[in-house]
């Protein structure tokens, strides 16, 4: 059977702020799933829960019947969370560190195996030749590769965007997306993005959800969604 991350009866409360009100989701692996909803709706809040981020007030989130590890879950951020003094290949490492033995996680030592993985995932993002680099250096669509190098080291299984392109050009942030959809559908990971912009969405959705004050207000795939529905999230 096809194992699913099951999002039950999620609450979250910020004092008399209900940020996640009761929300309930399955989501396979392979499907990139899209987030939408006005600010404030509470998609930032549902990752975080979803990552171990927050601890919700109520109800569970279970990949396959059983609780997720942190490896087991990578956020990507808007601006990529980075390090800008470690190199692109420092930073993409950090990513496997929790997968590493302790001491190697408190020295930041690194097996060689796991540095010629990382070289490889830079590659495959689009970065090759660009280990060296500051990360502080690069621009920021090399940044946001960088990001998803890191979270692809992490070898989660569930791939979490915040926002993830909202502060590139909208030609960069398409390469971005495009990026990270590849990267779910070819490692076959549940994939969850929240995006500001409804219309980079189209090229890379397979199904979309909408939040609205804290509760799913829009679940649809892509082939059967229109633009009514997205507009519907947003008033
Ligand atoms: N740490 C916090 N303390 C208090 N209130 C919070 C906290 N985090 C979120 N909230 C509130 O919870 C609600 C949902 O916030 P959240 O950040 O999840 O929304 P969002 O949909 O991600 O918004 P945006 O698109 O602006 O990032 C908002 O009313 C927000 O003010």
């Known amino acids: 059977?096809?194992?699913t991350l099951t999002v039950d009866a999620l609450t979250k409360r910020y004092g008399q702020t209900v940020a996640l009100d009761s929300v309930s989701v399955d989501l396979v692996p392979g499907e990139v799933t899209v987030l939408v909803g006005r600010s404030g709706a509470g998609k930032t809040t549902l990752l975080r829960c979803v990552n171990g981020l927050e601890t919700p007030d109520e109800g569970t989130v279970q990949y396959d019947g059983t609780p997720l590890a942190p490896p087991d879950v990578a956020l990507v951020f808007q601006g990529g969370a980075l390090t800008g003094r470690k190199t692109a290949l420092e930073n993409t490492l950090d990513g496997g560190l929790a997968r590493e033995s302790r001491w190697r996680e408190l020295f930041g030592w690194h097996a060689p195996a796991e540095k010629r993985a990382a070289v490889t995932r830079l590659?495959?993002?689009?970065?090759?030749?660009?280990?060296?680099?500051?990360?502080r250096t690069l621009s920021g669509g090399e940044r946001q590769r960088v990001g998803v190098a890191r979270a692809l080291h992490q070898r989660p299984v569930v791939l979490?965007?915040?926002?993830?392109?909202?502060?590139?050009?909208?030609?960069?942030?398409?390469?971005?997306?495009?990026?990270?959809a590849d990267a779910i559908r070819e490692h076959d990971l549940v994939g969850l993005?929240?995006?500001?912009?409804?219309?980079l969405a189209s090229d890379i959705a397979d199904r979309y959800l909408g939040l609205t004050d804290g509760q799913i207000?829009?679940?649809t795939s892509a082939t059967d969604v229109s633009d009514d529905d997205i507009a519907m999230v947003y008033e």
């Open 123 to 135: 590659h495959d993002v689009g970065l090759a030749g660009m280990a060296d680099r500051r990360v």
């Open 1 to 3: 059977m096809t194992p």
């Open 193 to 199: 993005i929240s995006l500001h912009q409804p219309t």
């Open 217 to 219: 207000t829009l679940d």
């Open 160 to 180: 979490l965007a915040d926002e993830p392109v909202a502060s590139l050009d909208p030609a960069t942030a398409r390469d971005i997306l495009a990026l990270l």
